[in-house]
Every structure is written in structure tokens, then in C-alpha cells.
């Protein structure tokens, strides 16, 4: 991930250096606009974090707080409108995402059990709308270069299947062998930069991370029903697409 991230930094950042530099003579592309479909690769970290009071336990024992971290790829399917309206240089866009678990699993990282595996896979899937604030600049005949930012909300249910579970982690009182479903609706901000080619195709990368959000689960350890304290949500994303 932070590899990710710095690429995407650069991207943005390369991409603010041609739009704001000398390099075009020409005015902006008058082709930025319209409608864009294709499909990306997220990857993906949740961090959630929970609590739940054992009432009938011993003492020193009734407190607990459980944080997961889930993590993997996302397949994504989206449909961009890049700009509906305009103020001054900048285009105000929209992005609606499908988005589809191709990998990943689910890691403890609590008490004395650090990092290890409660689950190595399961479905996940969500849903996406974000609103984009572009610069589009043309660079030279053929490509135009457009740094953006933007804020949305994202819905997302991530399956833990419980297979793989350490066996310390296994049965009572956690029972994550049985499998659970983290669910979460989170607001996140995106930095990133897309590349036109020939006013046709696109590519788009970009880097999101939590501003606010909320998570709820069917986990019940010990017969209890752990409420969220926090949540933490980032990624990196890239997707291709074509003009339509």
C-alpha cells in the first residue's frame, strides 16, 4: 500500500505539473466531457475496530476490543459522466462504481494474537457515487492530462468465510471459523489524475482514504453483538475506460 500510494502522489503530482506548466500551447481540450465506461483494480484496507462487554466474566475479562484488518482487490466497473458543469477551469464530474472481491482475506490485530489469520477469503462486494472536481489541460494533440479531487460515499460488505483461522482463534469464545460479514458505509476523498488519449481512451489512477464512516457486523463472540469505536478505509485504484 505504500508503494501504491507514493505512485499515486507522483501521478498526481506530475499530472499538476502539466497542467499549471508551460508545456501546452494549446488551449483545453474541448473533448473533456462526456461519458466514460471501463473497468479498474482496487486495492483495498479496512481497519475495523470493535467492543463488547462480557458481563459474565471474571474480572479483567469483561472488556473487549477486537480490530480487524481486511485487505485485498477489488474488481471495479464504473461509468463517469467528466464534467456536467464548469466553474471557471475546473469541470465537475460524477462516477458511479460496482465493486467485485477478486482476492483477499482478514487478520487479527488484538490482544496477544497480532497479525494472525481469522479468515482467508470470502465475498465482497459494494457499491459507489463520487463527485470529481478536474482541471483538464491538453498537453499535446493526442493526450489531455486532468488532476482531480473528490468526495463521495461507498458501500461495501466484506464476507470473512472463516477458512484458514488459526486454531487459537478457532471455537469459543471468537468463533471466527464460523465465518462473519463486516458491512460499511464510509464518505472517502480521492486525489488522482487521469490521461486522455486521442479523445478516446482513458486511464485514471487514484489514491482514497477515509474522512468519515460507520461499520455494523453479524459477529457475535461469545454471544455478544460488538459494537464499531472506529473505522479506516484506504486505496489505490486504476482503471481504463473508453469514451462512449
Known sequence: MKIAVRVALMFFALAMTSANGQVA???NSVSYGGWVA???VESYRFVSNWYWYQSGASAGSREHWPRHILSGLLLTGFVEQQSFRTIGPVAIGARA????GVSGGTKE???SY???SISSGGARMGVGAHVKFALPKRVSSTMTIAPHAAVGLQYTS???NGQGTDPELSGSPYYYDQGWTETSLVCPISLGASLEFNEKYVIISEFRF???GGAWTDWEPAGYAPSSTSLSHSAFLISVGMKL
Do not use: T, V, Y
Request: net charge neutral; charged share 35%.
Open 158 to 160: 466484506l464476507k470473512s
Open 25 to 27: 500551447k494549446e488551449p
Open 210 to 212: 477515509l474522512i468519515a
Open 114 to 116: 497480532d497479525n494472525k
Open 38 to 40: 471501463g473497468i479498474g
Open 109 to 111: 490485530d488484538w490482544k
Open 97 to 100: 462504481e460496482l465493486l467485485l
